[in-house]
């Protein structure tokens, strides 16, 4: 069974701090998926990036960058320079290939908290 | 409007009634699926659909009907509401092609209130 532990439950930075959440994921499959999704106070659920199992480089996107590591099982996301509108909690979610209908089943892990304070 | 949309956004209903909350996504999406969120437990998965007239139940289906006689809509039914079911509902939707796994994107929930 495909299992998404994010083991920090709140982190509060201090702005233009950098942060790291982590995400470790558990699966027996040899291709899968992994998903980063943002929540801001809002309550809407916002894509930020995919990442199949056999691309391992790291992936930047503005302030935003994800470090994917198959030999720990870990997929962790970094803000540099964290901003107020940063704060949200962020879900690490993990889909195995599609075989036989199963495509695109997510299974999240349970949120990591992030308060950026001025 | 493009996109995914969730009706009712709020709803507060009463032990015992049957509610039905609807999804509508216009990108024609071959997935569709309903999370639940609660406190502590993240998002978990009730019910996925692959296809018109092709479902199936998630981690949390107890209590739980869905139907998708059309790609484009996809309605979740609490038949006989409890209070355990007091939660926010997302529904999303993806592509579906065979081998690879799309990202969801989501519609902006539907919270529940069961007196």
């Known amino acids: 069974a495909q299992k998404v532990t994010q083991a920090q439950t709140e982190i509060s930075v201090v702005e233009k701090e950098d942060v790291t959440l982590d995400c470790v994921y558990e699966?027996?499959?040899?291709?899968?998926?992994l998903f980063w999704y943002k929540q801001p106070p809002s309550g809407e659920l916002v894509f930020l990036i995919r990442?199949?199992?056999?691309?391992?480089q790291n992936e930047i996107s503005g302030r935003y960058s994800w470090n994917f590591q198959k030999s720990t099982s870990s997929f962790n996301f970094t803000i540099t320079a964290s901003q107020v509108v940063d704060s949200a909690v962020y879900f690490c979610?993990?889909?195995?290939?599609?075989?036989?209908?199963?495509?695109?089943?997510?299974?999240f892990g349970k949120g990591i908290t992030l308060s950026v304070r001025p | 409007d493009a996109g995914i949309t969730q009706s009712p956004r709020y709803k507060i209903t009463e032990t015992g009634r049957q509610v039905t909350l609807m999804c509508h996504q216009t990108?024609?999406?071959?997935?569709m699926f309903w999370y639940r969120q609660d406190l502590g437990h993240g998002l978990r998965l009730i019910y996925y659909?692959?296809?018109?007239?092709?479902?199936d139940k998630g981690e949390v289906p107890d209590g739980y009907v869905v139907s998708r006689s059309k790609t484009e809509n996809f309605p979740l039914t609490l038949e006989s509401a409890t209070r355990s079911q007091t939660s926010v509902y997302f529904c999303?939707?993806?592509?579906?092609?065979?081998?690879?796994?799309?990202?969801?994107?989501f519609g902006p929930g539907t919270r529940l209130t069961v007196t």
């Open positions: 999303a939707s993806s592509e579906g092609l065979a081998g690879l796994s799309y990202e969801q994107y």
């Open positions: 699966t027996r499959d040899t291709t899968y998926y």
């Open positions: 990442r199949n199992s056999f691309d391992e």
């Open positions: 979610a993990l889909s195995e290939a599609w075989v036989t209908g199963a495509n695109s089943k997510l299974t």
């Open positions: 990108w024609s999406h071959s997935y």
């Open positions: 659909s692959a296809a018109a007239d092709i479902t």
